[in-house]
Every structure is written in C-alpha cells, then in structure tokens.
C-alpha cells in the first residue's frame, strides 16, 4: 500500500470503530467455538432459575465452593456460595485487598420470558382439555402460538414433600402447544394489531384429547390428564395452587448458520451473561478484589420479590463480609464496581429503521458496554458516569478485550431496564456489559460466539 497522508494517518490516529473480531482476531474462533460448547450445556440444562440455580451450585461445588458461613474466617483465594431460595445465587472468591478497597461485584439474571400457569390452569372445553397461562415478562404473545413447548415446575405437597417435574424435554416425551388460527379463517383475526395476533387469553395449551375411560363422566378428558399427572407425580387438582409450573420452548441450544458462527437457544437473555460470569468467577483463583457474582431472578418483571435485585438479599450478603472484616459496609459499596451483565439488541438489517446504526451493537464486535438504558429521557436508568467507563473500558483494554458501545434502539422507540440501577442505587459504581443478541425475548434468541467469548474475557479480566 502507498504511503499514507497525513489526513490519512490524522484519521487512523483520531477514529475508532469496533472492528469484526474475525476478521481481526481469527485465531479467537476455535477459542470461542470451544468455550460455547459448555454454554449450550448450559442452556439446555437450566430452563428456568431453579435449574439455573441447581447447575450453577453444582458447578460451583466441582470448582471447590464451599456454602458461605458469616461466623466463618476466610482467606485470599479462599471460595464460598449462598443461594437465596433456589431461585438465585451468589459466588465469591476472596481477593487480596480488604474489603474496605471495595468489591467486584457482577449481577446477571436467570429468569426468561415464558408462560406461566395459572393458579387454577386446567380445564376441559368440547372434548380438549387446556392449561390456561399467563406470560411472564416482555413477550410478543403472536411468537408463542404453535411452538412446541416443555412444562417445567415444582409442586410443594400438603405433606412437606416437593416433586420436581419436567416434561417435554427427551425425545420420547410428549410436548404441548398453544394452536392458532388457519390463513384460510383468519380474516378477522389479520385484521388486529400485531401485539393482538394472540391474546393473553388465548395462549391456552393443549394438554389432552382422550377421556378417562370406563364411565360416562362430565369433563372425562380433564379427568384423564388428572389421572396421568397423579399416576406419576401424585398430585391433585389442588396442589396447583401450591405449584409454579412455566412452559419454556422445548427446543435445545443449536448452531445457527452454515459457518456455525451464532447459538440458537431459548432464555439467552440473560443466561448467556450469566454463565460468562459463572465461569469466570470459577476460573478466578486469587483475585486482588474480592468477587461477588450474582445470578438474580426476577428481572424481566422489574427485579421485584425477596429473590430479585429490588430486594436486600444481595444488601444482606455483603453486610455479612463486611461485619467479618469489622469494616462498615458503606465504605465498602462507595469502593466498589459493578457489571450489570445484561444483553443489549444487535442491530439488524432487517428492521434498521429501529436503531441508530452509530449507536448500536452489532454482532461478532465484541461485548457491548450500555452507559445507559431506561427509556426515551433515560427514565428508570442507571448513567454510568465518564469516570466508571473509563474504569471499564480499560481493564478490558488492557486484557485484549474485544468491545464495543450500544444503545437499546433508537430515541423515542423504545427501551428497556436491567438490575443497574438496583446496584447503583446502593451507592456503587455500576454500568452495563453483556453480549448483542437478535430476537430478544423470541422463543429462540441468537448470539454470537465470538461475542459470548469476549463477554467472558471481559468477565475474567474484570475479576483478575
């Protein structure tokens, strides 16, 4: 190439865009393509937060964790785990410095959208027996209609037994599906908006076709599935009100494209920044910081309840470090940084007039550090200050880190929250980072596994 001018070198000195990691970094695809082979384990093993929880604990406890104990004394290097209520947990490997020179703290969450049962979900209507539902977080409710669906759940008995059930999962178990409408009846139903396509009274998913034989009876299909449900778990009509049951796409994680460059998979928001996390606090052995990594429930509904972020839980835990350490836990949270690891949209081609291309993420660009969320005025945000970004961008600099920055859609269209402004709101330093996905909250999320091994990276580096 030519010499170049000094406009030329001024604007190469000057400009900065994130570049496509493979064309950079092509030694990182076997590295990546690798590493996402346990995430898609991951993935297919944890479909709801329990069994985020469950898989976690128990990687956690392969790795050399031990249950936290306050009235315990730890050292550097030295590793624990609480879980709050099977429905969240938290890690912590024990760095070198006090804890008066603040935390690492990374906060992800493993609850997705899906479809909840309701309390009193089964019934029979001409000779077709039904779960009535209803979704949990931002769904578009058209997405759901003839998709082949898992029943996942637990059911806490009058007698203090709990039975876990999934159903859906092996290949040769049933599935269930909420039906839709033909083209060739649909006239009236393509006259709704999209968001009406299905309503939320009619995600109704078959359950059965055959009644109970023997006896003429009222309701003898519903009767069947009665049967068959405490032929097998024993449960009755009445334990659903002691249950939670969620319905999750039965699909399995898969490799999209023919260059297998992007995952498939149900619930990767936010479980792709959740086992980034996970794996990063288990291969931190002694840290300078000490590490507080967080798998949350309940964001997608605003991080409400004792197992969400809106909630002491997370409060609790670290006053217990810092009374072991007899240091006031005020000091240590003003000290501390956060990762909010959260997705954000990757800009796609095919809807472009919903982004700003300036400001979007994009995949195989690296993770993707969001400064704010919130929506329009930046409403319900945390902002990351100048000073917390620079913080960031250069531990992942310095670690070879590929990133970029993005908002979530263009102004005025939209946008989104994440546990941030929770953490923040403890008087700790905090900004977003997590990978770029396409079809956000869909039954089936893509990723990039270039962008997921990066999102790990980052992880690693912010822990070190």
């Known amino acids: ?59 956690l ?68 027996a039904y779960f009535k539902t209803h979704y949990y977080g931002g769904i578009r409710k ?48 393509n006259e709704r908006p999209l968001k009406d396509g299905l309503k939320g009274e009619e995600l109704n998913v078959i359950m059965g076709s055959v009644p109970y034989e023997g006896e003429d009876i009222k309701e003898a299909v519903k009767l069947t599935v009665l049967s068959l449900l405490n032929e097998k778990y024993g449960i009755r009509e009445k334990d659903f009100f002691r249950a939670e049951f969620e319905l999750v796409p039965a699909t399995k994680a898969r490799d999209i494209g023919l260059d297998r460059s992007l995952i498939g998979a149900y619930g990767q928001d936010d479980r ?26 309940k964001e997608e509904i605003g991080s409400e309840g004792n197992t969400g972020l809106n909630s002491d839980y997370v409060l609790h835990y670290i006053e217990d470090l810092a009374e ?29 007039d919903v982004f700003e291309k300036r400001n979007a993420s994009y995949i195989n660009k690296g993770c993707v550090l969001t400064k704010y969320t919130g929506a329009r005025g930046k409403s319900s945000s945390n902002d990351a200050s100048a000073e917390t970004m620079a913080k960031v961008i250069g531990i992942m600099e310095d670690a070879g880190v590929y990133w970029q920055a993005g908002e979530l859609g ?29 079809s956000m909250h869909a039954p089936f999320e893509l990723s990039s596994k270039l962008d997921v091994y990066n999102t790990y990276k980052a992880f690693k580096a912010f822990y070190a």
């Open 142 to 189: 058209y997405q759901w209609g003839t998709v082949p669906l898992a029943i996942h759940g637990v059911v806490a008995k009058k007698n203090g037994e709990r039975i876990e059930i999934c159903i859906g999962e092996k290949e040769d178990e049933p599935v269930f599906c909420i039906t839709d409408l033909l083209p060739h009846l649909a006239a009236k139903q």
């Open 272 to 297: 792709v920044c959740a086992y980034t996390a996970l794996t990063a606090e288990i291969d931190t052995k002694k840290p300078v910081h000490t590490t507080v990594t967080i798998l949350t429930d």
């Open 61 to 128: 406890k392969e790795a050399g964790y031990r249950l936290f104990d306050r009235s315990e004394t730890y050292a550097p290097g030295d590793k624990v785990y609480f879980v709050n209520r099977e429905k969240a947990v938290i890690a912590t490997t024990f760095g070198t410095k006090p804890l008066k020179e603040g935390l690492r703290i990374n906060g992800a969450h493993i609850d997705a959208p899906r479809l909840d049962l309701k309390p009193n979900p089964l019934y029979e209507k001409e000779d077709i």
């Open 324 to 352: 072991q350490e007899k240091v006031a836990v005020r000091d240590v949270l003003r000290a501390s940084l956060c990762l909010s690891s959260d997705v954000n949209a990757a800009y796609d081609p095919t809807f472009a």
């Open 1 to 59: 190439m030519a010499n170049k001018t000094e406009a030329q070198k001024l604007q190469e000195e000057l400009t900065w865009s994130a570049p496509h990691i493979a064309k950079e970094a092509p030694e990182q695809k076997e590295q990546a393509y690798k590493y996402c082979e346990g995430y898609k384990e991951f993935l297919n093993t944890g479909k709801t937060e329990r069994e985020c929880v469950k898989e976690a604990v128990r990687m």
């Open 410 to 438: 263009a102004v005025d269209i939209g946008g989104g929250g994440t546990i941030a402004k929770y953490v923040a709101h403890m008087d700790v330093d905090t900004v977003d980072l997590g990978v770029p996905i396409l």
